[in-house]
């Protein structure tokens, strides 16, 4: 059975800096893509991220490019994302995904996982 558990998160500064934690039990997440996804309140799911897996190839949404690094550290079997930069439209709950296609693909967006980590709160403000 597929267990995904997220750490990290919190309350930060505008121009601050955090780092999110995927871990993944029952699955090697150097088999499959993983995605980053984030929920604002009041707003739709959207995909932030997503690393391939074996190559490390990696997809940013326009919005957090240059600002937001994923990687995996495959010894652990973690996925981070590390943000920086934060602004308070970065507000929202992020959610990691797994257990679905090896790669994340031309159109990682609409990926379909599985394995959903059950999210963690990151708000920025001052």
């Known amino acids: 059975q597929v267990q995904v558990v997220q750490s990290g998160g919190g309350l930060v500064q505008p121009g601050g800096f955090l780092r999110l934690s995927c871990a993944a039990s029952?699955?090697?997440?150097?088999?499959?893509?993983t995605g980053w996804y984030r929920q604002a309140p009041g707003k739709e799911r959207e995909p932030v991220s997503c690393i391939s897996s074996r190559a490390h190839i990696t997809f940013y949404a326009e919005f957090v490019k240059g600002r937001f690094t994923v990687s995996r550290d495959n010894d652990r079997n973690v996925v981070y994302l590390e943000m920086t930069n934060l602004n308070p439209e970065d507000t929202a709950v992020y959610y990691c995904a797994t257990d679905g296609p090896p790669r994340c693909g031309r159109h990682w967006y609409d990926n379909s996982y599985d394995g959903w980590g059950q999210g963690t709160q990151v708000t920025v403000s001052s």
């Open positions: 029952g699955i090697n997440l150097d088999y499959v893509a």
